[in-house]
């Protein structure tokens, strides 16, 4: 678990070629509040603190959000059920403003 899940504990590695930018790599940093720990909660509260990061500071990338959850449901080995969590996570947060 990271702890602090936000855009700004994130660089992003980007390369040019012909004028079109790629984004090579996406690295974590600042993993002071991080511990090990696979419980399903856990996990649905660190996307929930992302989705945040991405409501206050990139509200131009609500689909980019939807598809790293998407991703993140399909690939992850709880996936769908981190996704759900999230869901009720999202109904106890105190503005219930979430995207989609």
Request: overall charge negative; hydrophobic content about 35%; charged content about 30%.
């Amino acid at each position: 678990m990271h702890g602090d899940l936000t855009t700004s504990n994130m660089i992003i590695k980007v390369s040019e070629c012909e004028g079109s930018k790629f984004y090579d790599y996406l690295y974590f940093i600042d993993f002071g509040l991080s511990y090990i720990l696979d419980q399903v909660e856990n996990k649905a509260v660190d996307l929930y603190v992302l989705e945040k990061a991405f409501i206050s500071t990139h509200p131009e990338l609500e689909q980019e959000y939807s598809t790293l959850l998407s991703t993140y449901e399909r690939q992850s080995k709880k996936g769908k059920e981190v996704i759900s969590k999230l869901n009720e996570v999202r109904s106890r947060g105190r503005k219930k403003l979430a995207f989609g």
